[in-house]
């Protein structure tokens, strides 16, 4: 085996190899805070991309004219009216901050608002004898919800300038990948050394499910939200608001959805001696909030996941975990990514790899009992 020093042209690569990665690990340090908006940036880019070519078509040669209209309606009529609903959120938040622990306080500290519910519900007399300490952590509980309120609240309003520079970010990038979004994608696959057929497979594979996620999981949560929102608001629960945009941000995580929100809230009622209203909220809930999933999912995701309920739970949860409310458009689409990537592996090592034949467990053998011993004890 020849010495890299004496090959020239294999030591050229083996240092541009090492000054590639080198450069390529600081520069993504560097930009590290502006990662998720780029990748939010290339999202939206593609799915925006089919009306800026509609744009191109009315207005033929003007790239940039195009992608400027359709950043504008981005930043228009989506982006500027969820900033005007979490301000909206924000304020309800801090209101149910300041109510929660009096409000707590008179409905269970009163005699006869206890008593009143032991009528209905004969089973909380077994917690009479506990009534003051029960008052004692509920207060506890919205003392702490009320700070917590606040501190949220704070905390957002303290990181406004931020919002905006992530937000010109976003905005910028969302026009780049318009314009010339393509071409630098063909430029990146040209520098991994993978046939052409698996690279349009990853890409499509990340297409799909980031217009899944997107379509389906963003869509869906914001209607439930809206709706489940509008039930709390009618059945006089206050924080309205509040409730729909918890609704919405639960909606994403499959097997619980927006029932980890509207059961309380229903409970909450019946327990209070608002049966009407419970009522009503149970039926609105279970029927028109918890009915757009199964209606409306399978229209606007159709098969393009691919990928099992398991995977798209933990995946969802992980990436949430990881990269924050942004993570349930990133998880599915990072698992999108390694089911294939491993499906791509299977099949470039298939003349290698064993044949995946049928499982079988065998069955544990039962200890066989000695034979009795003859010898006397």
Request: aromatic letters at 12%.
């Amino acid at each position: 085996m020849r010495d890299v020093t004496h090959d020239p042209e294999r030591l050229r690569r083996v240092v541009l190899i090492a000054l590639a990665v080198l450069i390529s690990a600081v520069f993504l340090w560097m930009i590290a805070d502006f990662l998720i908006v780029l990748l939010l940036g290339a999202l939206a880019a593609g799915m925006t991309r089919p009306y800026y070519k509609a744009l191109l078509r009315r207005f033929p040669g003007k790239k940039n004219l195009a992608a400027g209209i359709c950043v504008s309606v981005l930043l228009f009529a989506v982006i500027l009216p969820l900033a005007a609903f979490g301000t909206l959120v924000a304020f309800q938040l801090l209101d149910l901050g300041k109510t929660a622990e009096p409000w707590l306080r008179e409905q269970i500290s009163t005699a006869n608002s206890f008593q009143r519910m032991q009528d209905h519900y004969p089973w909380l007399a077994t917690f009479a004898p506990y009534k003051d300490q029960i008052v004692a952590k509920l207060g506890e509980l919205g003392s702490w919800l009320g700070t917590w309120a606040v501190g949220a609240v704070t905390a957002a309003a303290g990181g406004t300038l931020t919002f905006f520079l992530l937000l010109f970010v976003l905005l910028y990038a969302t026009f780049f990948f318009l314009v010339d979004g393509r071409e630098n994608l063909r430029t990146m696959l040209y520098y991994l050394p993978l046939p052409s057929e698996d690279e349009d497979r990853l890409v499509a594979r990340f297409v799909s499910v980031a217009r899944a996620t997107l379509k389906g999981t963003m869509v869906i949560g914001l209607i439930q939200g809206a709706l489940g929102g509008l039930g709390f608001w009618v059945a006089g629960i206050n924080g309205a608001a509040v409730w729909a945009a918890a609704m919405a941000g639960m909606s994403v995580i499959p097997g619980l959805g927006t029932a980890v929100i509207w059961v309380p809230g229903v409970a909450f009622l019946l327990i209070f001696g608002h049966y009407t209203a419970g009522i009503g909220l149970l039926i609105w809930c279970g029927t028109a909030v918890s009915g757009v999933d199964n209606f409306l999912r399978p229209w606007l995701v159709g098969k393009d996941t691919k990928m099992s309920d398991l995977v798209i739970l933990v995946s969802t949860l992980g990436g949430i975990a990881l990269f924050g409310p942004v993570g349930f458009v990133i998880g599915p689409i990072v698992a999108a990514l390694f089911v294939t990537t491993w499906e791509i592996y299977g099949e470039a090592f298939r003349d290698v790899l064993p044949e995946a034949g049928p499982l079988s467990i065998p069955t544990p053998t039962p200890p066989v009992a000695p034979p009795p011993s003859d010898k006397p004890a």
